[in-house]
């Protein structure tokens, strides 16, 4: 550590653990140190399948969505029948994941995402879902109040729209393709992933040209 | 097993209004209302007896949608889909 004359024991609070471990923290080391200990499982395989998540992120989304508003036949195909679809674009290892079914908006019907029982998500394409997703206010509130909740991610429809809600709670996982933005007809695939964030594939907010 | 789906696209169903007591993934807001089945989206073991280690059945899962009304009891632009197991749904 250099040395420049300076003192800075106290820049910062210590950096340590402030709450108590919970009891779900508990029962979850609890039973993966019994899985480990009985040979179910190896603690190398448990870190193999976190970090296997962990680099799953939403561009692989974006890039899926951006080439299905470039390429008809992808479009078709990513509807009619996802995985192989998916795989093309390298989001592979889908069997041990729940399937996807992607759901497309159209000028009249706008989709949106939520899972009111728990926190149900397409995480072999997007990733980790953000807090706010997994919170009760979201999931109480969008299928009660759609408009208004999509009001507060700044998107507004017209009543001419219809906002369809679907509660994906069972066995498949949703991805919203939206509608390509206006003013992007000379937009390369590269250049229309870059519109498409997480939050527009679960429908809270929708890709603009900005 | 395979069974024959019960409903087709287009018909009107009545999920059951029934409680149930442990994992189930049927959302207590649609039950007891009318929906139109969109699509049988494939066959899936029943997640109730899965979820206990049973030997689950596959059952028939459906895309079904519910207008604004039957849901929250007033009208509403916008609708609700929620994907239901066939031993939830009876004809409407």
Known sequence: MPHDGHHHHEDHAPIEDVEAIGEYEILEQAIRELLVEKGVLTADAIQTQIDEMDSRTPVAGSRIIARAWTDEAYRARLIADPKPALAEMGVTKLDHNPEVKVVADTADRHHVIVCTLCSCYPRVILGMPPAWYKKRAYRSRVVKEPRQVLAEFGTELPDSTTIEVHDSTADLRYLVLPMRPEGTDDWSADQLAELVTRDIMIGVRLPKAA | ?92
């Open chain 2, 1 to 92: 097993m395979t069974a024959t789906p019960k409903f087709q696209p287009g018909d009107l169903v009545l999920v059951d209004d029934r409680d149930h007591t442990g994992h189930c993934r049927t959302p207590t807001f649609v039950r007891g209302r009318k929906g139109r089945v969109r699509q049988m989206l494939g066959m899936y073991k029943n997640p109730e007896e899965l979820a206990y280690y049973k030997d689950a059945a596959e059952l028939p899962l459906y895309d079904v949608v519910f207008e604004w009304r039957e849901v929250w009891g007033e009208d509403g632009p916008d609708e609700i889909a929620a994907d239901i197991y066939e031993h939830w749904l009876s004809p409407a």
